[in-house]
């Protein structure tokens, strides 16, 4: 028996609840998305008014996209309406979806996941945002793992279309197509993949962020020629410096980390000691003012 039973792998339709769990950053642009789609959607936090602050944050978000004239005000008023921010997880009960963009921590997301099911329909889809743990892992303690899946949204998730629909050992394909024709509906690209470190691109991405670390730690070039190269001939929008400025240089190292240790430490996906050091010093990029490069107040581009 399977979340997916009668379901057909059929989208989750727009008068149905999602519900999101954790409202940082993704879990605020995740919510965007899926409001604008039509949903009612309801937000759950476990830290004491972060929900109601991202109710707010988001109806402010919805009104620059009415003065930017990209949403009509009537539409702006019935998105608002379908917002609500939940105290208590218990008013999670109708979602048809539920996608978690809480904390990236193995432990903290298994007892979340645990919890919900016991509040949840057992027809509820369960999707978790990880970027970097395993989908498998994170559904291992569900009575029905079959309806769990990984949703990999990337930052800025209003904006950016790409979405990796990752099946676990256990996920019914029926609920991977139900959630990938689900953000299809949403106006995203999903693409379909199997549970393994860092899935696609932040896979793909480690040895162009290892291969630039090196560059510069061999002293071979400084991060402002490795990034103008690769942006002037090869048709990167970002060199990796600024990129990495951009998601943060902890974020960054982390998923690196993940990766590393998940493909038993092999040497190609091995950390950088020069990210290391930014870290520790808390040069995080953009978010504390200064990376590899520093940002000024209302700088056009980063002064090295
Ligand atoms: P964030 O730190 O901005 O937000 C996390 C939120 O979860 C916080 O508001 C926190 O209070 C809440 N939270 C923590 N534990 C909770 C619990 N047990 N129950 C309910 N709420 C809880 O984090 P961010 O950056 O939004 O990341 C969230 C997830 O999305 C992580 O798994 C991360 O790996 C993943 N992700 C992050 C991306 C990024 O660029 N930041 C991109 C794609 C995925």
Not at 29 to 55: K, M, N, T, W
Request: glycine fraction near 10%; include cysteine; aromatic fraction near 6%.
């Amino acid at each position: 028996e399977t979340a997916a039973e009668g379901q057909d792998g059929a989208a989750v339709g727009p008068d149905r609840t999602v519900a999101v769990v954790g409202t940082g950053t993704m879990g605020q642009g995740i919510a965007q998305v899926a409001l604008v789609a039509g949903h009612p959607v309801r937000l759950y936090d476990s830290a004491p008014g972060r929900a109601a602050e991202a109710v707010a944050a988001l109806t402010a978000r919805l009104d620059r996209l009415v003065e930017k004239g990209r949403l009509d005000a009537a539409a702006r008023e019935a998105a608002v309406g379908r917002l609500h921010a939940a105290e208590d997880p218990a008013e999670l009960a109708d979602a048809a979806l539920v996608i978690e963009a809480i904390v990236e921590d193995l432990a903290v997301k298994q007892r979340l996941f645990a919890d919900l099911e016991k509040i949840v329909g057992d027809d509820t889809v369960l999707a978790t945002n990880t970027s970097s743990l395993s989908v498998t892992a994170i559904a291992g303690g569900l009575r029905l793992p079959g309806r769990f899946v990984g949703l990999h949204f990337f930052n800025p998730a209003p904006l950016l279309p790409l979405v990796e629909v990752v099946s676990g050992f256990a996920t019914d394909p029926d609920v991977a197509t139900r959630a990938y024709e689900t953000v299809k509906g949403w106006g995203k690209t999903p693409v379909r993949c199997a549970d393994t470190p860092g899935f696609i691109v932040n896979r793909v991405a480690r040895p162009f962020y290892a291969e630039a670390l090196r560059v510069f730690e061999e002293g071979a070039a400084d991060p402002a020629t490795i990034d103008a190269a690769l942006r002037e001939c090869g048709g990167f929008r970002m060199g990796p410096f600024e990129l990495t400025d951009l998601i943060g240089q902890d974020v960054n190292e982390a998923v690196t980390r993940s990766v590393w240790e998940s493909f038993h430490q092999d040497p190609k996906f091995t950390p950088s000691l020069a990210q290391r050091r930014l870290v520790e010093s808390g040069r995080l990029g953009r978010k504390s003012g200064h990376g590899w490069f520093s940002y000024a107040e209302g700088a056009e581009r980063p002064e090295p």
